[in-house]
């Protein structure tokens, strides 16, 4: 019989407010991931730990951690850059570790300002100290079905990123669709791919509906046996009057295609729609994800 | 070798138009089908030949089929409700008949005042005359996926409205996801209970994207050999500030998907392009599509 269990890893409070123009209270932040944890989610990127210079939204990381009521089950995980990160991050207890490079040189440079050859040496040390608390370590691989510069990224260039990081020790990769140009027979091939690489179960689809194609490649990538998505609750972090144009994959959207095909994820949909509309308060602005504009039809507030 | 040819039925003229608020004008309409024509649309629904009063903004019918410039090779048909929509289209020289009916009763009795039986009856001499003029007829069954007001649409009912239908001397049968709902297990699951009534080549899918599925169940579709996909360009006929809400799939996203899977369709995406761009000038709004989204945000006009 089928695995009918998909897991979702939740970036809302951490890629999603990374990408909000308004910076949400430390309280609200704190708000939005106990929600979520009551809603079921299992997997939670909580933060980052990059310097507050590069992402002043998330400058707060250490007094949201020390807020959050920590559930039994829940992975609250974090965005880790380098060893001063990784130090930060020990010390408010992550569960989980996720450092990221680009597939694309150029993607690379101009995120980090290093070769990726120079990022997988700097990444290192970030993963032994998380493998020395016994924390996981996901990688995040950007650029991986396309770059804003180079174009269409070879597949053997992303087969060769992410066997340096499972050489590093990294043990899970999120093969993202940074500019959201993946179509479905992109995702079946670099998955075929990466077959000798890693298993299936420990690769996830991080994905951008920027040309409407994210949904397809859910499928797709269901169909080679992945079974964790990356999702934001409401599309946070995309612009609402210019639907998908940025956003990631709408957590809410996600669950309605998995949960009527018959997958199970633990996550209540009524609770995570109550939680998506708090926080379209929060925001104080429309939320870009389908469930969201459904709703506020329904509402009379479309 | 799989066979990579796609067509596409350009909806846009007729389901667009009819669901825009504002009027567009004769010429306009008359450039928009000309312009899909020239793009390489081979098969464009150009209007409806419902009674002017249930729909006035397709009254001028008549005008536009008569000044179209008719191209070699192109398939220009009309949505006809009943006989004297019928005679009002022969005269105007449609190449196809495309008449419908809902798979729901609730449904089909809000839209046509009729049960579905009765519908069936009244389509018979519809597709008589159409058939002796040697014209292909081609039929709708809305709500093949879900009903806004009975929900769930029992699989056994759309075979029985579908065989009906092919047992009419219908040619061609276009399941419609009226309300946006369907996932693409159901996709798969109604065209294996279609396999016995009607061969795949003969069905089209005619998705709307409410619910951020619709890509999902073009792959679906593709997968299970389903040849013919419907679309509305730039997804026209949707509400642009709530993203797929309510209008057709995006015929130029349909086409992002398609062209970069290695599909054909004889559309010249730049072409189509340019023609979304001008329909939105014409329209005074923005197009729901997120190919019309991405160009707008690259003219700095988001």
Redesign the interface.
Known sequence: MKDTRVSVVEVGPRDGLQNEANTVSTEDKVAFVDRLAHAGCQRIEVSSFVAPKWIPQLADAEEVFAAIDRRQGVEYSALIPNVRGMERALLCGIDAAHVFLSASETHNRKNVNKTIAETLSALRPVVELAHAEQLPVRGYVSTAFGCPYEGRVAEEQVVGVVTSLVDLGVDEISLGDTIGVA????ITGLLAALAGVLPVDRISLHLH????????N???GLQAGVTCFDGSLGGLGG???????SGNL?TD?LL??LS???YETCIDEDKLAETAAWLEAVVQK?L????R??A??ASGR?
Request: aromatic share 6%.
């Open positions: 179509v479905p027979t992109q509906d920027t040309r409407g194609t994210a949904m397809a859910v499928l797709a612009c609402p009057y210019a639907p998908g144009a709408a959207d309605y295609l009527r095909m018959g429309p870009p994800s389908h469930a504009s459904i506020r039809r479309a």
